[in-house]
Every structure is written in structure tokens, then in C-alpha cells.
């Protein structure tokens, strides 16, 4: 059974910084590229951060170039995402995910909040 969950989300001052995790099990986590997407309050879910199956490749959304950093450990079938120098316009729910044998496959989320 596939399954991603994620962690380490929180309450930030601006300014703050953040390592989410998310945790990948029931399938060949090397294989595939992962990704983070994130979805604030009555908006839709966008892309954040993608990287490929080994980690060489790394593509980010403009709105988080140079502030935020997706990394992958396949030895622990985890893929993580960095955000630093975190605003307010960064508060929003953040998923991991995954496409597999085309079929979408998302985790619970992890809330973040950028308030003063």
C-alpha cells in the first residue's frame, strides 16, 4: 500500500525557516520523481518544488526559487523540502506527492504557518 506522510510543519515568524519530511513506503521510492506542492486558504493546490528519481535534477516554482531547497535520501525512501526566509504569503497547507503507474498519490499534508 502506498503511502507518504508528512512532517515538520509549524508556527514561523517571518524571516523563520522550516525542514519538512515526508516519508514514502509501498512502492519503489528510487524510481520515481517526487514532489511538494502546497495549498493555501481558498486557493488551489500549485506546485512547489519537484525533483527526479535520483536527485540530480530539481525544478521550483518562481514564487520559492532560492528560498526554499527539495532533497531526496533514497536510502530512507524520504524526500525533504527546506523553506527558509519564510513570509506570510508562504502559510498554506504542503503535501507530498507522487505520480504512480499514473495514478496521483498525496499525503495527509503538513500545516504552515508564517505569522508574527
Known amino acids: 500500500q502506498v503511502r507518504l506522510v508528512e512532517s515538520g510543519g509549524g508556527l514561523v515568524q517571518p524571516g523563520g525557516s522550516l525542514r519538512l519530511s515526508c516519508a514514502a513506503s509501498?512502492?519503489?521510492?528510487?524510481?520515481?520523481?517526487m514532489n511538494w506542492y502546497r495549498q493555501a486558504p481558498g486557493k488551489e493546490r500549485d506546485l512547489v518544488a519537484t525533483i527526479s528519481n535520483t536527485g540530480e535534477s530539481r525544478q521550483y516554482a518562481a514564487s520559492v526559487k532560492g528560498r526554499f531547497t527539495i532533497s531526496r535520501d533514497n536510502t530512507r525512501n524520504t524526500v525533504f523540502l527546506q523553506v527558509d526566509s519564510l513570509n506570510t504569503e508562504d502559510t498554506a497547507v504542503y503535501y507530498c506527492h507522487c505520480r504512480i503507474q499514473r495514478i496521483d498519490r498525496w499525503g495527509q499534508g503538513t500545516q504552515v504557518t508564517v505569522s508574527s
Open positions: 509501498g512502492f519503489p521510492f528510487s524510481n520515481y520523481p
